[in-house]
């Protein structure tokens, strides 16, 4: 996640808090990777699942690249067989 959060910042995706949080759940997983292992750990899976939340909320508001009249490209035909072979007798 972190390096999707690079990736999408330098891309310029996102210039809202999609990227931020993104990056925020990335580092806050490898933190996880310690905090699993102290008396800490309730509270780091607490804030793993809001920022997951924030992910999932992020990507239910993004605005969609189509407008809202438009449809996406038709896929091409399908090519049909030009002829049929006959069974073997």
Known sequence: MTVASVVARRARLSGSWRAPAL??????TLAMLGIVLTPQMPLGVTVMGLLQAA???GLLTRPSPFP????PPAPPP????PEVIPAPD
């Open 23 to 28: 990056l925020a759940s990335g580092l806050w």
């Open 55 to 57: 992910i999932g909320a």
């Open 68 to 71: 809202p009249t438009s449809r």
């Open 78 to 81: 399908r090519s049909r067989c």
